[in-house]
């Protein structure tokens, strides 16, 4: 069910007041001051951040966290999600960044909303000419729970599962965005699983996860 409390939208399972989940972009930063990522972050290698300017369409945007980050970096981030309540999440996670100073240009300037089916949306980018094409597709697909993983991740993950369910379409997805044109198409793993595809070009490993990467022709 989804509940609004202390002025932000949740989702809970309906039993406990305490399994909720909700987007929060200002808790992160509060009293921080955004910074560029260091140059050994995984992340900003994969998508091939060389100062501002990159162009970012993040196919499976979930609760916007990887799609934030990038956007504070300086890319232009075009965060596609297609379930509404999870969409709806995300909208009012950034509705309420929007008040706060330093947030604001980059909610406002660097990050925008679509509620779309991911594969639709690729379909779409393939009719568009070269100059207007964004420069990196990013795909996170939702991950197995594993053990260890931090208590809040595993509520967060139950939770959208049960929302969500399965997806099975992850490969499908991969191959549409190969064949969009982008410079690349990045692809978030947990460090140790299969690719989700082929090999990649090239890999970029955190302590967690990695980003294989596929490099257009």
Not at 7 to 13: A, K, N, Q
Not at 34 to 59: C, K, M, Q, T
Not at 89 to 99: I, N, P, Y
Not at 112 to 118: C, F, H, Q
């Amino acid at each position: 069910m989804l509940v609004v409390r202390d002025g932000r939208l949740e989702l809970g399972d309906g039993c406990s007041p305490k399994k909720t989940i909700f987007v929060d972009f200002v808790k992160p930063l509060l009293g921080k001051r955004i910074v560029a990522p260091p140059r050994s972050e995984p992340l900003a290698r994969a998508v091939g951040l060389r100062g501002e300017g990159v162009a970012v369409v993040d196919a499976t945007a979930g609760l916007g966290g990887d799609a934030f980050r990038l956007a504070t970096w300086g890319c232009r981030v075009t965060a596609i999600e297609r379930h509404p309540v999870v969409a709806s999440l995300l909208e009012d996670g950034m509705r309420r960044a929007m008040v706060v100073p330093q947030l604001a240009e980059v909610v406002r300037d660097r990050l925008g909303l679509v509620v779309a089916d991911a594969c639709d949306y690729l379909r779409g980018l393939r009719k568009l000419r070269d100059g207007q094409l964004p420069d990196v597709v990013y795909l996170d697909p939702m991950f197995a729970l594993e053990s260890g993983k931090a208590s809040a991740v595993r509520k967060e993950m139950t939770l959208l599962r049960e929302l969500l369910g399965e997806d099975d379409s992850s490969e499908e997805l991969l191959e549409l965005a190969r064949s969009v044109g982008v410079r690349r198409v990045v692809v978030k793993r947990m460090r140790h699983a299969a690719p989700l595809g082929r090999s990649p070009d090239t890999t970029y490993r955190g302590s967690v996860v990695r980003y294989d990467v596929y490099l257009g022709t």
